[in-house]
């Protein structure tokens, strides 16, 4: 079965960097692409980008672009995220989610289990 | 960006009810409408996606409908495990906007 398995929670100071992986199993990498979500205590849930396993091709909102970056490494099947110049607002669940269907109907049918990044000084 | 507001923010049922949860997009958004729950503690998971396809696995009371810019979800006879919040999300144009969510709570 698909299972998406992610990286441990972090902690990190205002300015720093972070980097989260998602690990994918139980189907084939390369077929499905891969989104970045992220929920801050208490709140909704924010898009941060679309990622595609085969080619490494990535695409950002315009809030992101140049702090977040997005790589994989298909000899492990796995999803990287990194965010740069972290900010206290920053501090959130981020997840990474499987895309079945993306650029046309896209939806998102498996989730990791979400990684806890802290931002504090 | 497209925008989606959902209402209500929060909506108090028991179980047995039928509640319905509508999310509207600031443009037309054709069929590329999706509804997720999440419960405490837990990562979303896709109840309906295309507005109106219903994944697999997903109990058959639960159902969406819409197009354009005006969508629902309706959950018929409501079971103590579908207390937890909702999130439309749309998939047209990125970036891929959700609505602030809807908590269904216990009456």
């Known amino acids: 079965q698909v299972h998406l398995v992610q990286s441990g929670a972090e902690v990190r100071k205002p300015g720093a960097s972070v980097k989260v992986s998602c690990k994918a199993s139980g189907y084939t990498f390369t077929s499905y692409y891969v989104h970045w979500v992220r929920q801050a205590p208490g709140q909704g849930l924010e898009w941060m980008g679309i990622i595609n396993p085969s080619g490494g091709n990535t695409r950002f909102p315009q809030r992101f672009q140049g702090r977040v970056t997005m790589t994989t490494d298909t000899s492990t099947s796995t999803v990287y995220m990194e965010l740069s110049s972290l900010r206290s607002e920053d501090t959130a669940i981020y997840y990474c989610?499987?895309?079945?269907?993306?650029?046309?109907?896209?939806?998102?049918?498996?989730w990791g289990q979400g990684t806890l990044v802290t931002v504090s000084s | 960006d497209i925008q989606m507001t959902q209402s209500p923010p929060s909506l108090s049922a028991s179980v047995g009810n039928r509640v319905t949860i509508t999310c509207r997009a600031s443009?037309?958004?054709?069929?590329?409408l999706n509804w997720y729950q999440q419960s405490p503690g837990k990562a979303p998971n896709l109840l309906i996606y295309a507005a109106s396809r219903l994944q697999s696995g997903v109990p058959s009371r639960f159902s969406g409908s819409g197009s354009g810019t005006d969508f629902t979800l309706t959950i018929t006879s409501l079971q103590p495990e579908d207390f937890a919040t909702y999130y439309c999300?749309?998939?047209?144009?990125?970036?891929?906007?959700f609505g602030q969510g809807t908590k269904l709570e216990i009456k």
């Open positions: 999300q749309q998939s047209d144009t990125p970036p891929y906007s």
């Open positions: 989610a499987r895309d079945p269907s993306p650029g046309d109907m896209s939806y998102f049918d498996y």
């Open positions: 443009q037309s958004i054709s069929s590329h």
